[in-house]
T-cell receptor, first 114, second 117 residues
């Protein structure tokens, strides 16, 4: 069985500050890991994905995440927050590629303040 | 990128009626589509996997007779909530799998908000 844990259901940062959203996973097989963003009343948009290639993954909108096997983590970061980054962020895991069943974390609501 | 649409975007119905939600892949063919349910301020829970031309695979605890899934073509899957009740009110999101030689990605629809009175 696979699972992801997102620490912190709500994160608040100032505009221009570092964004750090935490995700830890549990998987009995090498995982495929994903970060998605959801704006209010919308579906999910893929930010980035880890598929066993480079451990540092760069995504859209300036986000990146680093896969750390020793820590079973896949934290999402962005050097400088923008107001438009305010949204819900979900970490997800799959035991195959991104086209297969995904198990999502509980989500982290990011608030960006002036 | 690939686009997935859902229709309707929101629907209000009376208790006891049935509601059909459509999920379409607009610019690619999807042999597999997924249906998720999301309660307010919660995560997405996979309900079922829809495969074109065959029966859907339901996750444990999901009533297949209540949530009817049909995947009649490579671009369309439908979810019908039968005899809807207020507890079925939720945000339903579909995704479509684009699988090829160099890609294997799910693209999500914008969701359908169902309110059962």
């Amino acid at each position: 069985a696979q699972s992801v844990t997102q620490l912190g259901s709500h994160v608040s940062v100032s505009e221009g500050a570092l964004v750090l959203l935490r995700c830890n996973y549990s998987s009995s097989v090498p995982p495929y890991l994903f970060w998605y963003v959801q704006y209010p009343n919308q579906g999910l948009q893929l930010l980035l994905k880890y598929t066993s290639a480079a451990t540092l993954v760069k995504g859209i909108n300036g986000f990146e995440a680093e896969f750390k096997k020793s820590e079973t983590s896949f934290h999402l970061t962005k050097p400088s927050a923008h107001m438009s980054d305010a949204a819900e962020y979900f970490c997800a895991v799959s035991n195959q590629g991104g086209g297969n069943k995904l198990t999502f974390g509980t989500g982290t609501q990011l608030k960006v303040e002036l | 990128g690939a686009v997935v649409s859902q229709h309707p975007s929101w629907v209000i119905c009376k208790s006891g009626t049935s509601v059909k939600i459509e999920c379409r892949s607009l610019d690619f063919q999807a042999t597999t589509m997924f249906w998720y349910r999301q309660f307010p301020k919660q995560s997405l829970m996979l309900m079922a996997t829809s495969n074109e031309g065959s029966k859907a695979t339901y996750e444990q605890g999901v009533e297949k007779d209540k949530f009817l899934i049909n995947h009649a073509s490579l671009t369309l899957s439908t979810l019908t909530v039968t005899s809807a009740h207020p507890e079925d009110s939720s945000f339903y999101i579909c995704s479509a799998r684009e699988a090829g030689v160099t890609t294997d990605t799910q693209y999500f629809g914008p969701g359908t908000r169902l309110t059962v009175l």
